[in-house]
């Protein structure tokens, strides 16, 4: 069983969120480089529409996630998935964040406050579940919670990514499921968490803390971004 160690550092979850926000809206204009995805990974396959205001009004992206959201391992902000996904969208976007690290898909979605008239909202919530909450359970809290999206922003774009482990077996089927549902689609991370280069090494200053060998390093952060935006294709 793949251990699962969001609970061993703990990032403020409110205090990361403010900082997102700061970082991505109006972030640069020029492109970033390409983000790759991994050709292991279903993800390539794997797109829902995607359609960006005409009316001159930046997109507005939400993640709701776990450590990984957060940007645990991430040597700086700018490094973490969500800062780099809305990068890669190109020109001024409104991000709004909740990372809440070592907390359970339950415990996320009964606290976030779900923004309305969204374009693309991301979903990175599961891995403190495997193994803990009752699959039952699982896939009718992130039932809850894709609806809920739904409700509030009926055209957005909607990526779900499952649990960070080798294998994520019925969590990963029911975020699988309840995703597709509303018309957005699935995409595995086992493909990035099970090559050594994406995690890792421990010790390496970060703006969260030390690095640990399980959550994903600035490549491994840079793979998970590519995975999203190869969802959403644009133009």
């Keep these: 069983m793949v251990d699962r160690r969001d609970s061993c550092r703990r990032a403020p979850r409110f205090a990361w969120l403010s900082l997102v926000a700061v970082l991505v809206v109006g972030c640069a204009e020029s492109e970033p480089p390409p983000l790759a995805v991994p050709q292991t990974s279903p993800a390539a396959a794997a797109v829902v529409p995607y359609t960006p205001p005409t009316d001159g009004t930046p997109p507005r992206v939400f993640f709701a996630g776990d450590s990984l959201a957060a940007g645990f391992n991430a040597t700086t902000p700018e490094n973490a998935f969500p800062v780099l996904v809305a990068s890669g969208l190109g020109g001024t976007v409104d991000s709004e964040q909740d990372a809440a690290p070592g907390q359970t898909l339950i415990t996320v979605s009964e606290s976030s406050e779900i923004p309305a008239r969204l374009d693309l909202a991301v979903i990175e919530?599961?891995?403190n579940d495997f193994g803990k909450t009752p699959v039952a359970d699982f896939r009718s809290a992130y039932v809850s919670l894709v609806s809920r999206i739904r409700e509030s922003s009926?055209?957005?774009a909607l990526v779900c990514l499952g649990v960070w482990g080798a294998a994520g077996g019925d969590y990963d089927l029911s975020i699988k499921s309840s995703c597709e549902r509303e018309g957005g689609?699935?995409?595995?991370?086992?493909?990035?968490?099970v090559?050594?280069?994406?995690?890792?090494p421990v010790g390496v200053p970060g703006f969260t803390g030390p690095s640990?060998?399980?959550h994903p390093n600035d490549l491994g952060h840079r793979?998970?971004?590519?995975?999203?935006?190869?969802a959403v294709p644009r133009g």
Excluded: H, K, W
């Design 154 to 156: 009926p055209d957005a």
């Design 223 to 230: 793979i998970i971004a590519g995975t999203v935006l190869a």
């Design 212 to 214: 640990d060998d399980f």
């Design 195 to 200: 090559p050594e280069q994406y995690r890792g």
């Design 185 to 193: 689609v699935f995409n595995s991370l086992a493909a990035v968490y």
């Design 125 to 127: 919530l599961g891995t």
